[in-house]
């Protein structure tokens, strides 16, 4: 499975992006897929999950009630929708894929910049 990050860019503080992961491979639908971020300076973080079948989300608290994550399997793809921007959600951006209880797949990662 290879994955491909894109969407992200400069946004100013309250303002909405919308991040996109395409994946290739006909098991998309068996994923979970996964937004995880990396802030300069930071650790990794797990940002939002959505189940293969959409059925089951969850996301970090901070981001709760501000980003949507969704997915189109008919598509291979996976989204971000980002609402209510702050400069805290500066990052680059990575989805992942998970068979199983563990994150195997990787997409190259897309910049977010907020603005205040």
């Known amino acids: 499975v290879q994955l491909q990050a894109s969407g992200g860019g400069l946004v100013q503080a309250g303002g909405s992006l919308r991040v996109s992961c395409a994946a290739s491979?006909?098991?998309?639908?068996?994923?979970?897929m996964g937004w995880f971020r990396q802030a300069p300076g930071k650790e990794r973080e797990f940002v939002a999950a959505i189940s293969g079948t959409s059925t089951a989300t969850n996301y970090r608290d901070s981001v709760k009630g501000r980003f949507i994550i969704s997915r189109d399997n008919a598509k291979n793809t996976v989204y971000l929708q980002m609402n209510s921007l702050k400069p805290e959600d500066t990052a680059v951006y990575y989805c992942a894929g998970a068979y199983g209880g563990r994150y195997e797949f990787w997409g190259q990662g897309t910049q977010v910049t907020v603005s205040s």
């Open positions: 491979g006909r098991t998309f639908s068996s994923l979970r």
